[in-house]
């Protein structure tokens, strides 16, 4: 199962598996200059973040995905309507311990979010509106495209969240849903439409050319990001 609802005021262009789409790895066409958009993937520890981005950038299953720490980040470039779009992915860490001192570059100038929740999880889609809280608190404004996803639907028999009350919730933000498997090998597409129509409105409505973080600005998280790992108790 894919694209639940689709409002139109906040999502003109949502991703149809028919739309006719390029999609290249970031190594090809290297000079040819792309947009580029940092997306966050944000939600409780386990609900399936890692794996669901590591499923759009490398599209394997990831078998035995540790922790996140900090952040881990993916790339995949895309080409739409003859035009480049780098999405820059940031896959954050769920448990508190490993946020923290990340939390404000999470936020920092990000262009789209995506929440996620385990669909056998309830507590986890219970944590939902506590993560919307926090991207307001980091002032994520209300232009910043926002999508909501129910990961782990390969396990039918231990859900927990009923599409109808995701549904309601979703509503209520006037976000879309999307339900699917970063698992289940059939519903790749699903996963890469999630992505895509986040692209689709980034392209749409933000006409400018952004900046690319700078490799020392990146050097310098993955820097921090190693000093938590090293510094953790667990
Ligand atoms: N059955 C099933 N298991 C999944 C799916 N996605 C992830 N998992 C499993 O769920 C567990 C957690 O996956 P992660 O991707 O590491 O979760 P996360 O949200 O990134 O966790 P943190 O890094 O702690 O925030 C792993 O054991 C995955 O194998 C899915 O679609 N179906």
New binding site residues.
Partial sequence: MAIINKPAEQFDTVFSLNDSLELSSHHEHEHVQSRIFKIIVI??????????T?RFCGSA????????IGVDFRERTLELDGERIKLQIW?????ER?RKSMVEHYYRSVHAVIF?Y?VTSLSSFEGIPEWVEECKRHSVGPLVPRIIVG?????RDRREVPTSAAQCLADSYNFPLFE?????PA?KEHVDAIFLTLAYRLKCHKPLRLKEPSESNMRNLWDQREQEAATCQC
């Fill in positions: 939600g409780d520890s386990n609900v399936g973040k890692t794996c669901l590591y299953f990831l078998k035995n995905p540790e922790a996140t896959d954050t860490a769920g448990q490993f996620v385990d990961n782990k639907c390969d396990l699917t498997s970063a698992k289940d519903e």
